[in-house]
Structures are given as C-alpha cells and as structure tokens.
C-alpha cells in the first residue's frame, strides 16, 4: 500500500489532483485524502477548489455535486458502482409526478439524490444545515421534502411544521434497530447516545444529542463524557478517535453479525481504486449542460442560505 500512496502523491502533484473524502470512507481513505468532511463541506470545498482534477472517496451523488459546482473540471470517482441507498430511493421520473400533486409547494430535497432530482428542487439541503436553511423560509411556506422521510419528520418536530414527505430512507440509518440501542444503553447507563437524523425517530427520541455526521464529530470532542454510543456510519469513527483518542465509541452494530454499522457502497472505494483512476483518469462524471444549469441553482441557494 505505501508503493499505491506514493505514486497517487506523485500523480495528484503532477496532475493538479485533489481528493476529496467522506467521513465514512475507510480510515486509509481518509488519512490520504486532501479533505475530509461531511457533505456540505465537501459541496463548499468542491466549490471553491482552484485543482483540475477532483478525485471523489464518496458516493456517486456526491461526486455528480461536485462535477455540478464545476463543471469545466474533471472530477472522477474511484468505483461507479459507489452508489446510494436514500438517492435510489428516489427516482427523478416518479418525483417528478408526485411533485405534480403540490404545485403550490416548495421543493427541498436533500443533498443525498442524484442530479436529476435537484434539478426538480429549489433549494437543496444537508443535514448539517437542514434546519437553519427550513427555519429561515416563511412560517406559512408549504414545503415537500425529499428522500429521506426519516430526515423529514425530525425536522418537522423541530420546526412544528408539517412538511410532506417523500418515503426514502438510507438504509444505513434506517436498519438501526431500537433493541439494539436499548441493549447499549443497559449496558453502558450513564454512556450518552449521539445519533445521525437519518435515523428512524425511535432511536432519535432516546438520543442525549442528535446532529450531522460533522456535528457529531464536533461533540465528541468538545462534551466532557468518555464514552459514547455511535448511531450513525462506523466511518466517522476513525476521526472522532482521533481528535479524542482517550475516548471510546460504541458504533449502534447493525445486526448480530458483527460491531459495526458500515455502508457497503461507500467501502467500495480502496486506494488501488484511487491511483487507477488518477493514473488513467477514468470513472468521469459527465453531465449535460442543461441538467447541470438546472441543478446548480438549488445548490447555490444551499451555499448561500448555509
């Protein structure tokens, strides 16, 4: 692997390469990359990234995002079988008939669905700025929100608005069973749990703190407990140890199998994948001109409402 590394430094130097990586990549991913973050720090980074390459460690929508913020650069993703759950959830054709059925609403979508249904959204969203960008819209401003129905109905109970939903959900956060977490939290009484708003709302009813995958990170290591119960990817794990390595984190496992809670998609990523791909400059995200103009819109709305 350290060969694999040295020649992906040599050909992003060469390249004026820059790879950019979620949180829930594997820990070698992460450690490679020249930014890692959440996806709204990845859309702000994309954005203003002076690089002729973006080498995306994500899933395929996070990937056609970038490629949306700019579109006169290269951005290749390592495997484009990295795809989404929640995006898949909500296909472009079918949302766009259900949209027919609320002319007077606004479109928020979520920034986990594929271009093609931001392109039918007003303002898109992440779950870092969800609430502050449904908070700053009139109190009597009809909304329909997409894909994540989990998502959805935290927002709802947080703003007491009644929001329509669109029935998608990430199976990452959506298969986390509340036995599972009651078990955890018998074990560990005094261990607060911090949960990922992905997450069905029984779980994020016994949650002491609920927040993005960057605010959750930024808890652990500013709150003064020890321990934590993790309801969300095992990714971010990697990064909250190190920031608080005296600390430990007990990932919600998803079932008996195993202590862990992974997305397989996003680990389809390895760093053999990352240097064929800045080797050969392959796995181009293309988009056309007019699904790109349409889609830029809501995202820029998002940047500037964040």
């Not at 060469?14 to 594997?26: G, P």
């Not at 994500?58 to 290269?74: Q, Y």
């Not at 009813?205 to 990817?233: C, P, R, W």
Request: aromatic share 6%; charged share 20%; proline share 5%.
């Amino acid at each position: 692997m350290k060969n694999n590394i040295n020649n992906i430094n040599a050909l992003r130097r060469k390249k004026n390469a820059v790879i950019l990586a979620h949180y829930y990549q594997i820990p070698e991913i992460q450690d490679l990359a020249d930014f890692v973050g959440d996806s709204l720090a990845l859309a702000q980074q994309a954005e203003k990234t002076d690089a002729d390459i973006i080498v995306f460690a994500g899933v395929h929508f996070m990937a056609e995002t970038a490629k949306i913020l700019n579109p006169s650069k290269k951005v290749l993703i390592p495997d484009m079988n990295a795809g989404c759950s929640l995006a898949d959830s909500c296909p472009a054709g079918p949302f766009e008939e259900f949209l027919k059925n609320y002319p007077d609403h606004m479109v928020l979508s979520y920034v986990n669905c594929s271009a093609e249904v931001k392109a039918l959204s007003d303002i898109i969203v992440t779950s870092t700025n969800a609430l502050k960008i449904v908070e700053q819209l009139p109190a009597d401003q009809k909304i329909v929100f997409a894909p994540d129905k989990n998502l959805g109905n935290y927002i709802n109970s947080m703003t007491g608005r009644n929001m329509v939903l669109w029935d998608g959900s990430c199976h990452v956060h959506n298969q986390l069973k509340a036995e599972n977490v009651i078990n955890l939290k018998i074990q560990n009484p005094d261990v607060p749990l911090i949960a990922h708003p992905e997450c069905q709302s029984v779980i994020l009813e016994m949650a002491d703190f609920i927040g993005s995958t960057q605010a959750l990170l930024n808890f652990t290591k500013s709150d003064s407990h020890n321990k934590y119960i993790v309801a969300t990817e095992g990714g971010i794990v990697h990064q909250m140890k190190k920031y608080s390595p005296h600390k430990e984190f007990i990932v919600v496992p998803a079932d008996k199998t195993c202590n862990c809670n992974d997305c397989e998609y996003m680990k389809l990523n390895t760093i053999e994948k990352i240097e064929a791909v800045l080797q050969n400059e392959t796995n181009e995200i293309t988009l056309s001109d007019d699904l790109i103009r349409k889609a830029l819109k809501p995202l820029k709305r998002m940047l500037e409402m964040s």
